[in-house]
C-alpha cells in the first residue's frame, strides 16, 4: 500500500513537466535574489536580515528546513528529545516558538503545526530563506518576538519544468523531491512539487535500547498558482496536503501500544496530518503602481495523534488568517502601509495517562487587529520603518505593540542598524515543549494560569563592508547585540521537583544578551570563507533558584565554512566546521551525569559536488568526528521502574517514587559519523 500511494505521489508532481513539450515564455515575478553565496548580509535592508540562498541550502544536501541552519551561528538547531525526533531552533537565545516563521509573508507553523513543523518543508522545495533579527514589521501580526524566519519556495515562473533530486545515506534516510514549473499561457503559470522520505532506521548505536532517531514515513505535496493580469493584477493561490508517521522508543516497540505496554516496552509513535490552503490577491491602484492593494488568506487544518509510554496526547486546529493591506508611496522618499487583520485558531486537545480521566484543554481564540507602516527613505543613505499594531484577542483583550527600525549608511563602506518593538503569543505548553512527554514526570499546572507571552525586544547591528578580496564581492565585517526581556512568559520547570513539570507564570525576570560577530571573505574568485561567533547569555527566575541561567541553552557557537568552485562550478567543494558551547544542564542531569553543564565539542561537515549537463552529484558526510552524546536518556534501562527511598527494594518500608526515566535533556548530537550521496537533476527550458 505505501509502495502505490508513494508512486501515485510521484506521477502527480510529475505530470505536467512530461505532458507539454513546448513552454511559453515566463513573466519572471520571483521575490527572490538566487546567487553562488551560500548567504549574504543584504546591505539595503532596514532589519538585519541574513539570507541563505539557494546554493546554501544546497550545502546541507538532506533534507529539511530544520536541517538548513548548520552554517549559521544566528539559529541553533537541537533535538527537543532523545526519541521523538523533533527538532528545535533557537533565535536569540529562545525557543523557536519565539520566532515567527513565515511562507511568502503568510504566519504559518502554530500551534500544533510547529513541532515538527520545519521537518515538514524539504529544503529543495526553497529558493531561499531570510532570517530576519528582532520584532520586524506590525503587517505580519504580533508574534514576532526574537524575529521572523521567511521562506521563499519555488516560483511558478521558474523555468525549470521538471527538477528531481534523490538523496540517501548510511543512516538509512532517504527521500525523492520533484517539482515542476509550467507557464500554460501567457496569464497562468504553475509549480507543483511533492516529497516522499523518511527514515528506514532501526538503529542503537549508544547500546541504551532505544532507537537513536523513529522511523518515519512521509508524504508531501503542494501546488502553486499565479494568474497575472496585463493590467498588473495579480492572483497567487495553492495547497498542500501532508501525511507522517513515526515510531520511536525501545528498539521492539511497535504502533500498537497495547501491545508494547503489555511486553512493558517503552513505545512513541506520532503520526501528522495537514492540509492547507492561500490566496493572495494584488491590485495596483495606478498605471504607475505607486498605490495597492492587497488580500492574503490562509486556512489550515492540522491533526496530532500521539502516546509516548504510558502518556497520551491528541490534538487537532483549525486555523485561518486574513490580511487586508493598502499600500501608497506618496513619492521616493514616502511610502504608507495600512490594514487590517483577522486571526482565527479552533484549538481542541486532550492529554491523559493510561487508565486515567482524559485532560480537556482545548481553546478557541479570535484575534481582530488594525496597524499602520510608515516607511521614509532618503536616497540609500538612511531609512526609517515606524509601525503600530491594535489588537483585540478575546482570550487577553486589547494588546498594542509598537515596532520601529531605523538604517544609516553614513559612507559607501558602513550599515548601522536599530531595531525595537513588542511581541506577544498565546503559549502552546504541550507541544511548545514536546520533550517533556520524553519522560516519566507528570504535569502541574499553577491555578489560573496566563497563556499570554509578551515581550520586548531591541538591538543594534553595525557591518563594515571592507576594500579587499575577490572583485565583484562584498567583504564585510558585521557586529550584532540584541536584548530580549519578557514582561509575561509562561515557565515551563523540570527542577522545580524531581519527578514533576511545574507549569505556572513567570514572576521575576527573564531576558537574554545575544552578541554576534560575521566575517566573510572572497580572497580569490570561486572561494568565500565565512566566519561568525555567537555569545548568548540567557537567563530566568525560577521558583525556588531565583535569576539563573535559562537551562539548555548554548552559550556560544562558532562557525567557519569553506567553498570552493572550479571555473563553471564543475567542482565544488564545501566544508564547515563548529564549535558548540555549554548548557546549563537541569539540576536533576547535571546530578545525574555529574556535571553542571555539557561539554564544548565540536562538529565538522565536507561535502562534494560534480556538475554534468543538467545533472549534480554530491557526496558528504555529517558529524566527521563522530561525537556523539552518551547516555542521552536517563534510566532508559528501566522507563516504567519505581524507584524508591532506600536501596532496598524490597523492603516493605521503603518509600516509591515514580520512574527517574528522563529524554529530554539533549545537548549534542545522537547519531555518529553519517555519510550520505545524492543527484539532482534539472531540466530548464530552453
Known amino acids: 500500500m505505501k509502495k502505490t500511494l508513494i508512486f501515485i505521489f510521484i506521477c502527480v508532481a510529475a505530470w505536467p513537466a512530461m505532458a507539454q513539450s513546448e513552454l511559453d515564455s515566463v513573466i519572471d515575478l520571483s521575490q527572490s535574489t538566487v546567487t553562488a553565496r551560500q548567504s549574504t548580509l543584504p546591505r539595503m535592508k532596514g532589519v538585519r536580515t541574513e539570507t541563505i540562498t539557494a546554493a546554501g541550502l544546497c550545502k546541507m544536501a538532506c533534507c529539511a528546513l530544520a536541517e538548513s541552519f548548520e552554517n549559521s551561528a544566528s539559529v541553533t538547531v537541537g533535538f527537543a528529545d532523545a526519541i521523538t525526533g523533533a527538532r528545535q531552533i533557537k533565535l536569540l537565545g529562545l525557543s523557536g516558538t519565539y520566532t515567527q516563521m513565515l511562507d511568502e509573508n503568510r504566519p504559518v507553523m502554530r500551534g500544533i503545526a510547529a513541532p515538527f513543523g520545519m521537518s515538514f518543508v524539504p529544503g529543495q522545495w526553497l529558493e531561499s530563506i531570510q532570517i530576519a533579527k528582532g520584532p520586524s514589521s506590525v503587517i505580519n501580526g504580533l508574534e514576532a518576538i526574537t524575529g521572523q524566519i521567511n521562506m521563499e519556495h519555488r516560483k511558478p515562473t521558474d523555468e525549470t519544468p521538471l527538477f528531481v533530486q534523490v538523496y540517501g545515506s548510511t543512516d538509512r534516510m532517504y527521500e525523492t523531491n520533484l517539482a515542476s514549473a509550467l507557464q500554460l499561457n501567457e496569464n497562468w503559470s504553475v509549480v507543483n512539487m511533492a516529497h516522499v522520505g523518511g527514515s528506514a532506521s532501526r538503529m542503537d548505536h549508544n547500546g541504551d535500547g532505544f532507537r537513536d532517531e523513529p522511523q518515519d514515513l512521509q508524504l508531501n505535496f503542494t501546488s502553486r498558482w499565479l494568474y497575472y493580469a496585463p493590467s498588473g493584477m495579480q492572483i497567487r493561490f495553492g495547497g498542500r496536503y501532508l501525511w507522517d ?6 528498539m ?3 504502533k500498537d501500544n497495547t501491545s508494547n ?18 490566496l493572495k490577491l494584488g491590485v495596483p491602484l495606478n498605471e504607475e503602481n505607486t498605490a495597492n492593494i492587497a488580500l492574503v488568506a490562509d486556512f489550515n487544518h492540522h491533526e496530532f495523534d500521539s502516546f509516548f509510554g504510558l502518556k497520551l496526547y491528541d490534538a487537532w486546529q483549525n486555523s485561518a488568517f486574513a490580511n487586508l493591506i493598502f499600500q ?8 504608507l502601509s495600512a490594514g487590517l487583520t483577522w486571526q482565527f485558531d479552533d484549538l481542541n486537545q486532550g492529554y491523559g495517562l493510561v487508565e486515567n480521566p482524559w485532560l480537556d484543554f482545548s481553546r478557541r481564540e479570535h484575534s481582530f487587529a488594525g496597524f499602520g507602516e510608515y516607511t521614509f527613505n532618503l536616497e540609500e543613505k538612511l531609512s526609517f520603518v515606524g509601525g503600530l499594531n491594535l489588537e483585540y484577542n478575546t482570550l487577553h483583550g486589547w494588546l498594542f505593540a509598537p515596532r520601529a527600525n531605523v538604517r544609516w549608511s553614513p559612507a559607501d563602506w558602513v550599515v548601522l542598524r536599530a531595531v525595537g518593538g513588542r511581541g506577544y503569543r498565546t503559549a502552546n505548553v504541550f507541544t511548545d515543549n514536546l520533550g517533556i512527554f520524553s519522560t516519566a514526570k507528570v504535569f502541574s499546572f499553577a491555578d489560573n494560569l496566563d497563556l499570554l507571552e509578551d515581550a520586548w525586544t531591541w538591538g543594534g547591528n553595525v557591518t563594515f563592508y571592507l576594500p579587499f578580496g575577490a572583485e565583484g564581492t562584498d567583504t564585510y565585517l558585521s557586529f550584532d547585540y540584541f536584548h530580549n526581556d519578557f514582561n509575561k512568559q509562561v515557565i515551563v520547570d523540570p527542577e522545580l521537583s524531581p519527578f514533576d513539570i511545574h507549569i505556572y507564570n513567570l514572576d521575576g525576570r527573564s531576558f537574554t544578551n545575544t552578541y554576534q560577530v560575521d566575517f566573510s571573505v ?14 548568548t547569555d540567557a537567563r530566568v527566575t525560577l521558583r525556588n533558584q531565583g535569576l539563573v541561567e535559562r537551562p539548555m541553552t548554548s552559550r556560544f557557537k562558532g562557525v567557519l565554512n569553506m567553498q570552493y568552485a572550479t571555473p563553471m562550478s564543475k567542482w565544488t567543494f564545501d566544508f564547515t566546521a563548529q564549535v558548540n558551547g555549554p548548557m546549563r544542564l537541569p539540576e536533576f542531569a547535571a546530578r545525574e551525569w555529574g556535571m553542571e553543564a555539557s561539554p564544548v565539542y565540536p562538529m565538522l561537515y565536507a561535502q562534494i559536488t560534480r556538475k554534468f549537463k543538467g545533472i549534480d552529484v554530491y557526496v558528504g558526510a555529517e558529524n566527521i568526528l563522530g561525537f556523539r552524546q552518551k547516555d542521552a536518556i536517563i534510566a532508559a534501562d528501566r522507563p516504567f521502574v519505581t524507584v524508591y527511598s532506600t536501596n532496598d527494594f524490597s523492603s516493605p518500608s521503603s518509600a516509591a517514587f515514580p520512574s527517574i526515566f528522563d529524554a529530554s535533556n539533549v545537548w549534542g548530537p545522537l547519531m555518529g559519523r553519517k555519510f550520505y550521496i545524492g543527484l539532482r537533476y534539472t531540466l530548464w527550458k530552453y
Open 522 to 535: 572572497d580572497p580569490v574568485e570561486r572561494f568565500n570563507i565565512t566566519a561568525t561567533f555567537r555569545y
Open 245 to 250: 508517521d513515526r515510531l520511536g522508543g525501545q
Open 328 to 335: 501608497d508611496s506618496f513619492s521616493d522618499s514616502h511610502r
Open 261 to 278: 505496554l503489555k511486553r512493558a516496552i517503552w513505545g512513541s509513535r506520532i503520526q501528522n496530518r495537514g492540509a492547507n490552503g492561500f
Open 252 to 254: 521492539d516497540a511497535t
